[in-house]
T-cell receptor, first 113, second 113 residues
Framework: EAGVAQSPRYKIIEKRQSVAFWCNPI?????LYWYQQILGQGPKLLIQ????????DSQLPKDRFSAERLKGVDSTLKIQPAKLEDSAVYLC???????????FGEGSWLTVV | QQQVKQSPQSLIVQKGGISIINCAYE??????FPWYQQFPGKGPALLIA?????SEKKEGRFTISFNKSAKQFSLHIMDSQPGDSATYFC????????????FGTGTRLQVTL
């Protein structure tokens, strides 16, 4: 069974530029998550989708971050404009409906300079 | 805001020793407590999990001890091996349809020969 796929794996951008990350969850998983993991910290939930609807985006900085999940499968997370403090690993994860196990991708590493 | 506090931040254990990582939570509205293991450059992976109606769960060398009245839970790694060297995160899942996972800050474990 294929895992959660993410791209790009690494991205370096200048502050105020924009960046987009893509995620393909495990087939059949209705729930998709985007987490932000700053170096030395635990992952922090940015947004959670159930199929193509948002169920939790309370910690998403909506002035600069946006995410969509078209057709309830793939998802894209965008940052525009980026700030230095956005440097982190962006983890996509998926699970079945209220699944106990959340499966993470390997992450997209963002460095903002 | 619901929080999960984790300690220690880092841990060095000799091969064959017992590694113990502790977590405490503040809110009782959690119904599932997983531990995740993360190797450098990889996403977190579910290691073992427990529900609050159980006081202990063991899977191989890994054991979770859960104290509901104290709002604490811990991970014990018996016969620690160099391959266990990784960062470990405890987490807690909220009740309700959102099933949001809140992570601890992580413990970096190093098992020496």
């Amino acid at each position: 069974e294929a895992g959660v796929a993410q791209s790009p794996r690494y991205k370096i951008i200048e502050k105020r530029q924009s960046v987009a990350f893509w995620c393909n969850p495990i087939s059949g998983h209705a729930t998709l998550y985007w987490y932000q993991q700053i170096l030395g910290q635990g992952p922090k939930l940015l947004i959670q989708f159930q199929n193509n609807g948002v169920v939790d985006d309370s910690q998403l900085p909506k002035d600069r971050f946006s995410a969509e999940r078209l057709k309830g499968v793939d998802s894209t997370l965008k940052i525009q404009p980026a700030k230095l403090e956005d440097s982190a690993v962006y983890l996509c994860a998926s699970s079945t409906d209220r699944g106990n196990t959340i499966y993470f991708g390997e992450g997209s590493w963002l460095t903002v300079v | 805001q619901q929080q999960v506090k984790q300690s220690p931040q880092s841990l060095i254990v000799q091969k064959g020793g017992i590694s113990i990582i502790n977590c405490a939570y503040e809110n009782t509205a959690f119904d599932y407590f997983p531990w995740y293991q993360q190797f450098p450059g990889k996403g977190p992976a579910l290691l073992i999990a427990i529900r609050p109606d159980v006081s202990e769960k063991k899977e191989g060398r890994f054991t979770i001890s859960f104290n509901k009245s104290a709002k604490q839970f811990s991970l014990h790694i018996m016969d620690s091996q160099p391959g266990d060297s990784a960062t470990y995160f405890c987490a807690a899942r909220g009740t309700g349809t959102a099933s949001k996972l809140t992570f601890g800050t992580g413990t970096r474990l190093q098992v020496t020969l």
